[in-house]
């Protein structure tokens, strides 16, 4: 009898052992990475077919160009592609190459986001949105003196929103914030705030604003 317990306990433990490994295997990926991932995949598809489509020798005179202003500077996909949310029938317009008597305008915002990077404010971010051409603004309904229309701003975020907690978005708002109240006016510095680790800056003026493009709506101006 004891010994029929015995095979009975280690049937049953090997039985529950075997189905708690198969629902682990079974689990399904979470939905939002794979949305990511499938998104990123996408995107980089489309950026090789406009790539390919395009003067290599324009490309490459861009991206040295811009590369001789920075000690790390941005991949060719992060300066010519919008990344920011739009309407799927804006997505053929997302890619651009702006104008070549617009291309210096950039490179003070680029290292004022390399300035702030290399000081730790953030250690790692992705760059969203550099040059917006006048017909993606058309499409998205952008602002029409907005300044990515001449190549003067840098959207990016810093990680992604999942990666960081609350107390950690908090800590760098404040320290971005105080970043603009205290060398803004010097670097004549724009600084937008869109919420989880979402940034605008340029350098075209000494302001601020949050996600309804309004200065009464930055949290710079509560901290």
């Not at 399904?28 to 406009?50: C, I, M, R, V």
């Not at 990666?163 to 205290?182: G, H, P």
């Not at 705030?193 to 930055?218: C, E, L, M, P």
Request: net charge positive; proline share 4%.
């Amino acid at each position: 009898m004891g010994k029929f317990v015995d095979l009975f306990r280690k049937f049953l433990y090997l039985y529950f052992s075997i189905n708690l490994i198969l629902l682990s295997g079974c689990n399904p990926p979470d939905h939002a990475e794979t949305q990511h991932n499938k998104s990123s995949a996408q995107l980089q598809q489309q950026f090789e077919q406009w790539k390919a489509q395009q003067n290599p020798k324009l490309l490459a005179e861009y991206y040295q160009f811009i590369s001789q202003y920075l000690k790390h500077p941005p991949s060719l996909i992060e300066l010519t592609t919008t990344r920011n949310y739009m309407p799927e029938r804006c997505y053929s317009k997302r890619f651009a190459i702006p104008p070549q008597r617009y291309w210096k305008n950039v490179v003070n915002s680029l290292q004022l986001v390399e300035k702030l990077n290399r000081n730790e404010f953030f250690k790692k971010y992705t760059i969203t949105a550099i040059y917006r051409s006048p017909e993606l603004n058309k499409c998205i309904h952008g602002a029409e003196k907005s300044k990515h229309l001449y190549n003067f701003a840098v959207d990016f975020y810093v990680l992604d929103p999942k990666e960081t907690n609350e107390s950690d978005r908090k800590i760098l708002l404040k320290k971005m914030c105080q970043f603009w109240k205290v060398e803004g006016k010097h670097f004549k510095m724009g600084l937008g705030v869109y919420g989880h680790n979402r940034f605008h800056i340029d350098t075209q003026a000494y302001r601020t604003w949050g996600k309804d493009y309004q200065s009464t709506s930055s949290a710079c101006l509560k901290i």
